[in-house]
């Protein structure tokens, strides 16, 4: 009955009886904020992946020298140091008009 009363000063004069429910919710709220916290972990680890997985491709499509169509027709993208470049003209055509 001594652990009973103590409880009940530690519990501010509310019903004891409400002590394990309300640290059950206390509980509740911590785990619902550590899932959101590796929900986000994960999302982001998939938003970097993503962006990985993307620059990846790009880069693996652009060998030096190559060249790509331009979506205006008198430009072309050339392939320089792993990156598409727009130019006017192709290499070796300057003057082939």
């Known amino acids: 009955h001594i652990s009973d009363e ?10 004891v009886r409400d002590g394990p429910l309300n640290m059950l919710k206390i509980h509740l709220r911590r785990l619902e904020e550590e899932l959101a916290e590796r929900e986000r972990e994960i999302q982001d680890q998939r938003d970097g992946s993503l962006l990985d997985f993307l620059s990846r491709r790009r880069r693996s499509h652009c060998e030096h020298g190559r060249l790509r169509g331009h979506f205006n027709p008198r430009k072309f993208m050339r392939c320089e140091n792993g990156s598409w470049i727009v130019s006017n003209t192709p290499p070796g055509m300057e003057f082939d008009f």
């Open 6 to 15: 103590k409880s009940r000063i530690d519990y501010d004069g509310k019903d």
